[in-house]
């Protein structure tokens, strides 16, 4: 994504609705630019155009949830994508974070396969040519827009990968990595299944989170990608279970 389209997401992600005017005087470009700016953030679902406002929608759509802290999502996807080597299949489960590194892999055209059971992320990256999609079957959850289920299990178990990223709704030393749907869960845990290696992807106020069901037990995870605001208590912990941890700033210094 362009530098000004992450900055008017930074700002409609704070504000939650400005008018295009003041978007318009904090960046110094013409109103003009700015609503083509908003067209193409419209079109990709990240917000909502209202007379003259553009508008964060809903936390429960995953458009929105992507383009609440996108910059930091942003940094935490190219941490990640220097693990993918050009020519490599890997695995991708839904998840907003998991999005960008999506589309941050197709952009570097390295030739990767994306095995994933997400329709929302094959249809945000779809776009660039470095990419080949597999998208498993399953059973249809119209919010998340993935597919689980008894088809998504026996699909995947045709493909064995080095890597698996997923992301997390929740963490805790005595639950471990958790999420907010059962039957995601248990598709996480059948994609696991059929990964070398399994890396989570997440922002660091899911540290102080915890989801409703388990997700996966840190003996599962081989790495973790966040930024520096993870608490340290469970940055330590996670090391000492083996677990990397890759931190990429929560903030960046003025240019």
């Known amino acids: 994504m362009e530098k000004r389209g992450v900055q008017i997401l930074g700002i409609i992600s704070e504000h939650q609705r400005i008018e295009v005017s003041r978007l318009s005087e904090l960046l110094g ?13 419209e079109e990709k679902g990240f917000i909502k155009r209202e007379h003259g406002f553009a508008i964060l929608g809903s936390m429960d759509d995953i458009s929105n949830r992507l383009a609440f802290n996108y910059e930091i999502k942003q940094r935490i996807a190219q941490s990640a994508a220097a693990l993918v080597r050009p020519g490599e299949t890997v695995m991708i489960e839904s998840g907003s974070c998991c999005a960008v590194l999506a589309e941050e892999l197709a952009m570097r055209n390295g030739n990767i396969t994306i095995v994933t059971n997400s329709a929302f992320i094959v249809h945000y ?3 660039h040519p470095g990419v080949r999609f597999l998208l498993l079957g399953g059973d249809y959850q119209r919010s998340s827009q993935v597919v689980v289920g008894p088809i998504t299990r026996t699909n995947v178990e045709d ?20 999420g907010n749907d059962h039957s995601r869960a248990e598709t996480v845990r059948d994609m696991a299944r059929q990964a070398n290696k399994t890396l989570i992807l997440t922002e660091s106020v899911k540290f102080t989170q ?5 997700l996966l037990p840190v003996e599962g995870i081989s790495g973790v990608f966040t930024d520096d605001g993870i608490p340290e208590a469970q940055e330590k912990y996670l090391i000492s279970r083996n677990i990397a941890v890759y931190k990429v700033p929560l903030r960046l210094p003025p240019p």
């Open 125 to 127: 990256a779809r776009k």
């Open 29 to 41: 470009v013409s109103p003009v630019t700015i609503r083509k700016d908003l067209d193409i953030l």
């Open 210 to 214: 915890q989801g409703t069901v388990s």
């Open 159 to 178: 493909f064995f990968v080095d890597k698996l990223f997923i992301g997390t709704d929740g963490f805790s030393q005595r639950t471990g990595f958790t």
